[in-house]
């Protein structure tokens, strides 16, 4: 059963950055889409960033140009880089793992955008 821990959050400044890991139980990047995905209070829950096998990425509207989803296949983990944060970026964000007949989730770190 894969297994993701993640790790990264906390609080940052408007403008500030802040870099997401989600370390996998094993070497599943070759045969797993990943992503993350965050959730407000109050919100629905929304697609971040993916990454498929073949290193083609995908980055919901609201993050192109600031935020950068990555693999390090030695490392077993998967990060996301988030610069010039916003307050609107505050949410809790998930590791997902997905290959069609089986996903996982990861168990979530708490993003806090304030001054």
């Known amino acids: 059963q894969v297994q993701l821990v993640e790790s990264g959050g906390g609080l940052v400044q408007p403008g500030g950055s802040l870099r997401l890991s989600c370390a996998a139980s094993?070497?599943?990047?070759?045969?797993?889409?990943m992503a993350w995905y965050r959730q407000a209070p109050g919100k629905q829950r929304e697609l971040v960033a993916a990454i498929r096998p073949g290193g083609r990425t995908d980055y919901a509207d609201f993050v192109k140009g600031r935020f950068t989803i990555s693999r390090d296949y030695a490392k077993n983990t998967l990060y996301l880089q988030m610069n010039n944060l916003k307050p609107e970026d505050t949410a809790v964000y998930y590791c997902?793992?997905?290959?069609?007949?089986?996903?996982?989730w990861g168990q979530g770190t708490q993003v806090t955008v304030s001054s």
């Open positions: 094993g070497n599943i990047f070759n045969s797993y889409v």
């Open positions: 997902y793992a997905d290959r069609g007949p089986s996903y996982r």
